[in-house]
Protein backbone atom coordinates (compact mmCIF):
# COMPACT_ATOMS: atom_id res chain seq x y z
CA UNK A 1 0.00 0.00 0.00
CA UNK A 2 2.67 3.10 1.08
CA UNK A 3 4.76 1.33 -2.10
CA UNK A 4 1.61 2.27 -4.37
CA UNK A 5 1.18 5.64 -2.06
CA UNK A 6 5.12 6.74 -3.00
CA UNK A 7 4.39 5.73 -6.93
CA UNK A 8 1.28 7.90 -6.84
CA UNK A 9 3.46 10.62 -5.31
CA UNK A 10 6.73 10.18 -7.79
CA UNK A 11 3.80 10.25 -10.74
CA UNK A 12 2.32 13.56 -9.07
CA UNK A 13 5.11 15.65 -9.87
CA UNK A 14 4.48 18.41 -7.02
CA UNK A 15 0.46 18.40 -7.84
CA UNK A 16 -0.64 18.81 -4.31
CA UNK A 17 -3.81 17.73 -4.37
CA UNK A 18 -3.24 14.85 -6.07
CA UNK A 19 -0.80 14.01 -2.90
CA UNK A 20 -3.84 14.65 -0.97
CA UNK A 21 -6.29 11.84 -2.71
CA UNK A 22 -3.36 9.92 -2.17
CA UNK A 23 -2.74 10.34 1.55
CA UNK A 24 -6.61 10.35 2.44
CA UNK A 25 -7.40 7.15 0.20
CA UNK A 26 -4.55 5.47 2.84
CA UNK A 27 -5.51 6.99 5.73
CA UNK A 28 -8.51 4.55 4.84
CA UNK A 29 -7.87 1.77 7.22
CA UNK A 30 -5.69 3.19 9.84
CA UNK A 31 -7.73 3.00 13.03
CA UNK A 32 -7.29 6.30 15.11
CA UNK A 33 -6.66 3.94 18.70
CA UNK A 34 -5.03 1.19 17.51
CA UNK A 35 -4.22 0.41 21.55
CA UNK A 36 -7.49 1.50 23.08
CA UNK A 37 -7.03 3.83 25.82
CA UNK A 38 -8.98 4.75 29.31
CA UNK A 39 -11.55 6.95 30.13
CA UNK A 40 -13.67 7.38 32.96
CA UNK A 41 -17.35 6.27 32.80
CA UNK A 42 -19.63 8.95 33.08
CA UNK A 43 -22.39 9.36 35.08
CA UNK A 44 -25.28 7.39 34.26
CA UNK A 45 -23.17 4.30 33.45
CA UNK A 46 -23.87 1.30 34.84
CA UNK A 47 -21.17 -1.03 33.68
CA UNK A 48 -18.41 -1.13 31.40
CA UNK A 49 -18.33 -4.15 28.81
CA UNK A 50 -15.64 -5.63 27.27
CA UNK A 51 -15.12 -8.61 24.92
CA UNK A 52 -12.22 -10.09 23.09
CA UNK A 53 -12.14 -9.94 19.02
CA UNK A 54 -9.61 -11.20 17.17
CA UNK A 55 -7.46 -8.13 16.07
CA UNK A 56 -9.21 -6.29 18.94
CA UNK A 57 -10.84 -5.31 22.17
CA UNK A 58 -14.12 -4.27 22.29
CA UNK A 59 -15.53 -2.18 25.38
CA UNK A 60 -18.81 -0.79 26.03
CA UNK A 61 -20.96 1.14 28.45
CA UNK A 62 -24.36 -0.07 29.68
CA UNK A 63 -26.75 2.56 30.50
CA UNK A 64 -29.80 1.20 32.46
CA UNK A 65 -33.88 1.89 31.44
CA UNK A 66 -34.62 4.97 33.73
CA UNK A 67 -36.49 3.08 36.65
CA UNK A 68 -39.15 6.01 36.31
CA UNK A 69 -39.86 5.24 32.90
CA UNK A 70 -43.33 4.08 31.63
CA UNK A 71 -41.99 0.85 30.40
CA UNK A 72 -38.88 -1.55 29.72
CA UNK A 73 -38.56 -0.71 25.41
CA UNK A 74 -35.81 -3.14 24.91
CA UNK A 75 -31.67 -3.19 24.22
CA UNK A 76 -30.70 -0.57 22.17
CA UNK A 77 -27.21 -0.45 20.67
CA UNK A 78 -25.81 2.81 19.72
CA UNK A 79 -22.95 3.36 17.13
CA UNK A 80 -20.83 6.55 16.83
CA UNK A 81 -19.53 7.63 13.19
CA UNK A 82 -15.81 7.36 11.90
CA UNK A 83 -12.86 8.94 14.30
CA UNK A 84 -15.69 9.28 16.85
CA UNK A 85 -16.36 7.40 20.14
CA UNK A 86 -18.86 6.40 22.20
CA UNK A 87 -17.94 9.62 24.72
CA UNK A 88 -19.60 11.81 22.44
CA UNK A 89 -23.03 9.15 22.18
CA UNK A 90 -23.45 9.84 26.22
CA UNK A 91 -26.07 12.68 26.07
CA UNK A 92 -28.08 10.31 23.66
CA UNK A 93 -27.66 7.14 25.62
CA UNK A 94 -29.04 9.03 28.82
CA UNK A 95 -32.20 10.55 26.79
CA UNK A 96 -32.71 6.70 25.16
CA UNK A 97 -32.47 4.96 28.99
CA UNK A 98 -35.03 7.82 30.77
CA UNK A 99 -37.32 6.61 27.67
CA UNK A 100 -37.04 3.03 28.83
CA UNK A 101 -34.18 1.28 26.98
CA UNK A 102 -31.28 -0.29 27.79
CA UNK A 103 -28.70 0.93 25.70
CA UNK A 104 -25.13 -0.14 25.07
CA UNK A 105 -22.93 2.56 24.04
CA UNK A 106 -20.05 0.79 21.40
CA UNK A 107 -16.54 1.85 20.69
CA UNK A 108 -16.09 0.55 17.63
CA UNK A 109 -13.22 -1.65 16.96
CA UNK A 110 -9.83 1.09 17.02
CA UNK A 111 -11.83 3.83 18.40
CA UNK A 112 -12.31 5.38 21.85
CA UNK A 113 -11.33 2.43 24.35
CA UNK A 114 -11.97 -0.24 21.78
CA UNK A 115 -8.16 -1.63 20.40
CA UNK A 116 -7.98 -2.72 17.27
CA UNK A 117 -5.21 -1.71 14.16
CA UNK A 118 -7.50 -1.58 11.28
CA UNK A 119 -10.87 -0.06 10.34
CA UNK A 120 -12.91 -2.69 8.02
CA UNK A 121 -16.20 -0.98 7.17
CA UNK A 122 -18.81 -2.47 9.17
CA UNK A 123 -17.42 -6.44 8.05
CA UNK A 124 -15.50 -6.87 11.12
CA UNK A 125 -16.99 -4.02 13.38
CA UNK A 126 -20.24 -6.35 12.43
CA UNK A 127 -19.26 -9.46 13.89
CA UNK A 128 -18.04 -7.88 16.89
CA UNK A 129 -21.69 -6.63 17.37
CA UNK A 130 -22.64 -10.00 16.67
CA UNK A 131 -20.40 -11.36 19.77
CA UNK A 132 -21.41 -8.29 21.85
CA UNK A 133 -25.34 -9.49 21.54
CA UNK A 134 -24.02 -13.09 22.38
CA UNK A 135 -22.74 -11.89 25.26
CA UNK A 136 -25.49 -9.64 26.65
CA UNK A 137 -27.63 -12.95 26.09
CA UNK A 138 -25.45 -15.32 28.15
CA UNK A 139 -25.70 -12.43 31.05
CA UNK A 140 -29.10 -12.62 30.19
CA UNK A 141 -28.87 -8.57 29.68
CA UNK A 142 -30.55 -8.93 26.28
CA UNK A 143 -34.20 -7.27 26.51
CA UNK A 144 -36.33 -7.79 23.50
CA UNK A 145 -36.73 -5.93 21.21
CA UNK A 146 -33.17 -5.46 20.26
CA UNK A 147 -32.21 -1.84 17.99
CA UNK A 148 -29.13 -0.47 16.39
CA UNK A 149 -29.50 3.70 15.74
CA UNK A 150 -26.03 4.50 14.08
CA UNK A 151 -24.94 7.16 12.07
CA UNK A 152 -22.74 7.79 9.35
CA UNK A 153 -19.97 4.64 9.53
CA UNK A 154 -21.93 3.25 12.51
CA UNK A 155 -25.29 3.66 10.29
CA UNK A 156 -23.44 1.06 8.25
CA UNK A 157 -22.75 -1.00 10.08
CA UNK A 158 -26.04 -1.27 12.04
CA UNK A 159 -27.11 -2.14 8.53
CA UNK A 160 -24.49 -4.98 8.06
CA UNK A 161 -25.26 -6.23 11.57
CA UNK A 162 -28.63 -6.49 11.02
CA UNK A 163 -28.10 -8.53 7.57
CA UNK A 164 -26.20 -10.81 9.68
CA UNK A 165 -27.74 -11.33 13.05
CA UNK A 166 -31.34 -11.86 12.84
CA UNK A 167 -32.29 -10.80 16.56
CA UNK A 168 -32.11 -7.69 15.39
CA UNK A 169 -35.34 -6.11 14.95
CA UNK A 170 -35.16 -2.20 14.67
CA UNK A 171 -32.39 -0.12 12.60
CA UNK A 172 -32.52 3.48 12.37
CA UNK A 173 -29.76 4.50 10.07
CA UNK A 174 -28.73 8.42 9.67
CA UNK A 175 -26.79 9.04 6.27
CA UNK A 176 -25.01 5.62 5.96
CA UNK A 177 -22.72 4.77 2.75
CA UNK A 178 -24.22 2.27 0.10
CA UNK A 179 -20.43 0.34 -0.21
CA UNK A 180 -17.55 1.52 0.18
CA UNK A 181 -15.99 1.49 -2.86
CA UNK A 182 -19.04 4.34 -3.99
CA UNK A 183 -18.11 6.33 -0.91
CA UNK A 184 -14.48 6.70 -1.27
CA UNK A 185 -14.69 8.88 -4.34
CA UNK A 186 -17.74 11.37 -2.75
CA UNK A 187 -15.13 11.78 -0.64
CA UNK A 188 -12.04 12.73 -2.32
CA UNK A 189 -13.98 15.17 -3.53
CA UNK A 190 -15.11 16.39 -0.45
CA UNK A 191 -11.54 16.68 0.56
CA UNK A 192 -10.07 18.50 -2.75
CA UNK A 193 -13.40 20.30 -4.40
CA UNK A 194 -14.27 19.36 -8.04
CA UNK A 195 -10.59 18.08 -8.68
CA UNK A 196 -11.60 15.22 -6.67
CA UNK A 197 -13.56 14.52 -9.88
CA UNK A 198 -10.73 14.20 -12.25
CA UNK A 199 -8.71 11.55 -9.95
CA UNK A 200 -9.31 8.20 -12.13
CA UNK A 201 -11.77 5.75 -11.18
CA UNK A 202 -9.39 2.56 -11.76
CA UNK A 203 -6.36 4.51 -9.80
CA UNK A 204 -8.81 4.98 -6.39
CA UNK A 205 -9.80 1.06 -6.84
CA UNK A 206 -6.59 0.38 -7.00
CA UNK A 207 -5.70 2.45 -3.93
CA UNK A 208 -8.79 0.71 -1.96
CA UNK A 209 -7.86 -2.60 -3.04
CA UNK A 210 -4.17 -1.97 -1.74
CA UNK A 211 -5.29 -0.60 1.70
CA UNK A 212 -8.08 -2.83 2.21
CA UNK A 213 -5.76 -6.06 1.48
CA UNK A 214 -3.53 -4.60 4.32
CA UNK A 215 -6.48 -4.70 6.84
CA UNK A 216 -7.34 -8.16 5.11
CA UNK A 217 -10.78 -7.71 4.21
CA UNK A 218 -12.65 -7.77 1.01
CA UNK A 219 -14.05 -4.32 0.26
CA UNK A 220 -16.80 -5.52 -1.86
CA UNK A 221 -18.30 -7.03 1.52
CA UNK A 222 -18.22 -3.38 2.79
CA UNK A 223 -21.89 -2.95 1.08
CA UNK A 224 -24.69 -1.73 3.44
CA UNK A 225 -26.50 -1.99 -0.44
CA UNK A 226 -25.52 -5.26 -1.63
CA UNK A 227 -26.50 -6.93 2.02
CA UNK A 228 -29.79 -5.17 2.61
CA UNK A 229 -32.06 -7.41 1.14
CA UNK A 230 -31.37 -9.78 3.15
CA UNK A 231 -32.06 -7.54 6.39
CA UNK A 232 -35.37 -8.57 8.08
CA UNK A 233 -35.29 -5.81 10.48
CA UNK A 234 -37.56 -2.99 10.20
CA UNK A 235 -35.04 0.16 8.58
CA UNK A 236 -35.52 3.48 9.13
CA UNK A 237 -32.96 5.44 7.14
CA UNK A 238 -31.93 9.37 7.76
CA UNK A 239 -30.20 11.30 5.10
CA UNK A 240 -29.94 15.19 4.31
CA UNK A 241 -29.84 16.41 0.79
CA UNK A 242 -27.26 18.81 2.00
CA UNK A 243 -24.96 16.36 3.45
CA UNK A 244 -21.14 17.04 1.92
CA UNK A 245 -19.02 13.77 2.68
CA UNK A 246 -22.20 11.19 1.53
CA UNK A 247 -24.60 12.03 -0.54
CA UNK A 248 -27.82 11.13 0.21
CA UNK A 249 -28.20 8.95 -2.72
CA UNK A 250 -26.39 6.54 -0.64
CA UNK A 251 -29.79 6.19 1.61
CA UNK A 252 -31.78 6.22 -1.74
CA UNK A 253 -30.18 2.55 -3.61
CA UNK A 254 -30.24 1.29 -0.13
CA UNK A 255 -33.84 1.94 0.24
CA UNK A 256 -34.78 0.31 -3.00
CA UNK A 257 -32.76 -2.78 -2.08
CA UNK A 258 -34.24 -3.76 1.29
CA UNK A 259 -37.08 -6.21 1.49
CA UNK A 260 -38.46 -5.46 4.80
CA UNK A 261 -40.38 -2.83 6.41
CA UNK A 262 -38.33 0.13 5.51
CA UNK A 263 -38.86 3.80 5.28
CA UNK A 264 -36.79 7.21 3.88
CA UNK A 265 -35.98 10.41 5.55
CA UNK A 266 -35.04 12.56 3.76
CA UNK A 267 -34.18 16.56 5.40
CA UNK A 268 -32.97 19.57 4.08
CA UNK A 269 -30.37 22.09 5.72
CA UNK A 270 -28.30 19.71 7.84
CA UNK A 271 -24.44 18.62 7.25
CA UNK A 272 -23.03 15.14 7.65
CA UNK A 273 -22.53 14.99 11.05
CA UNK A 274 -25.66 17.25 12.00
CA UNK A 275 -28.47 15.09 10.70
CA UNK A 276 -29.55 13.42 13.63
CA UNK A 277 -30.04 17.07 14.83
CA UNK A 278 -32.29 17.97 12.02
CA UNK A 279 -36.01 18.97 13.05
CA UNK A 280 -37.93 16.00 13.31
CA UNK A 281 -35.37 13.41 13.20
CA UNK A 282 -35.34 12.70 17.16
CA UNK A 283 -39.16 12.12 16.60
CA UNK A 284 -38.76 10.16 13.82
CA UNK A 285 -36.17 8.13 15.93
CA UNK A 286 -38.43 7.12 18.60
CA UNK A 287 -41.55 6.68 16.62
CA UNK A 288 -39.79 4.22 14.93
CA UNK A 289 -38.23 2.15 17.90
CA UNK A 290 -41.63 2.20 19.80
CA UNK A 291 -43.89 1.39 16.54
CA UNK A 292 -45.11 -2.09 16.52
CA UNK A 293 -42.81 -4.52 14.58
CA UNK A 294 -46.14 -5.57 11.72
CA UNK A 295 -44.55 -7.51 8.99
CA UNK A 296 -47.66 -6.46 6.95
CA UNK A 297 -46.41 -2.90 7.24
CA UNK A 298 -45.80 -0.76 4.72
CA UNK A 299 -42.87 -1.71 2.42
CA UNK A 300 -41.38 1.64 1.82
CA UNK A 301 -42.28 5.45 1.94
CA UNK A 302 -40.68 8.54 1.44
CA UNK A 303 -41.04 10.89 4.62
CA UNK A 304 -41.23 14.54 3.36
CA UNK A 305 -38.93 17.02 4.95
CA UNK A 306 -39.72 19.09 8.62
Given at each position: MFAALLALGALAGGFGWLNRAAWATGMLVLAPFPDGRTETPPAGVHETLEIARPGARIRSWLFEPDPDAARVRGTLLLLHGI????????????????????????????????????????????????????????????????????????????????????????????????????????YLEWILGPLGRAIPRSLVDELVDGATARAGFDPDAACPRCVAPRIRAAVLLVHSRDDERIPWQHSVAIDRALRARHELMLVDGAGHVHVGEAPGVAAATERWLDAPLDPAGPTGQDTPQR
Open positions: RDRKLNLVGRARDHAARGHRVIAVDSRGHGESSGKYLTYGVEEARDLRALVDELERRKQLVRPLAVVGSSYGAATALQLAALDARVERVVAMASFASLREVVPA
